[in-house]
């Protein structure tokens, strides 16, 4: 509980037994999909330690990275698809060794009208997964592709608390819905004006 409680320090006590009380506990390997396209929720998840990424995938299997879950926060869209009993229309991937408390879906419209930490915690996950989605559009409807790039790298560094991201140029293709040939010559330029160091299978942001 007290774990929990250091990362939903939001929560009232009878929210957190309850969670507790009713939450499952799990670990997922790093690279894992969590949840797929089409699939139907039947809980939601509280990530406890991790990361998750939440991506599209297209019809050839390309990607399109939307954002990324850490610890104290929930999946806004599972958390809609539950409520509704509606199928997925994106993916969920550990990107590292991830543990989360699932929530089941009877539990979510009681706790709404029940605890209002619960419901301002619902919404406030909507709000910040709908700014990030903005701030994801606007990069790709107004910026060039080493913006995007460098935007991207900037994200991944933040998030994951590090300054070399271990991806290889193919994986960043795929999430930028671009290809490998173009990343690889923006990060050669950005290599050549300082910005990042190139390694094998890894980048290095300065």
């Not at 957190?16 to 929720?41: C, D, S």
């Not at 299997?61 to 698809?81: K, N, V």
């Not at 915690?121 to 903005?134: A, G, Q």
């Not at 990343?183 to 942001?205: F, P």
């Amino acid at each position: 509980m007290e774990d929990i409680s250091v990362l939903f320090p939001q929560f009232e006590p009878e929210l957190l037994n309850e969670i507790i009380t009713h939450g499952v506990i799990k670990t997922f390997p790093a690279g894992e999909l969590m949840m797929r396209t089409g699939q139907f929720i039947k809980s939601t998840m509280l990530i406890l330690d991790g990361s998750v990424k939440i991506f599209r995938e297209n019809e050839d299997g390309g990607e399109f990275l939307m954002y990324y879950l850490q610890p104290g926060e929930a999946c806004a869209i599972s958390i809609i698809c539950a409520a509704k009993a509606e199928a997925s229309r994106v993916m969920a991937k550990t990107v590292e060794e991830t543990t989360v408390l699932m929530v089941p879906l009877q539990l979510i419209d009681r706790w709404m009208i029940e605890y209002k930490t619960w419901y301002h915690f619902v919404l406030s996950t909507y709000r910040n997964r709908f700014d990030e989605l903005l701030n994801l559009i606007d990069q790709v409807a107004f910026r060039n592709m080493d913006e995007r790039l460098l935007f991207y790298l900037q994200r991944h560094v933040k998030i994951n608390n590090v300054h070399t991201i271990a991806l290889s140029h193919q994986q960043i293709a795929e999430e930028l819905n671009s290809s490998r040939e173009v990343i690889s010559r923006l990060l050669k330029k950005m290599e050549q004006r300082k910005m990042v160091v190139l390694h094998r299978n890894a980048i290095e942001l300065l």
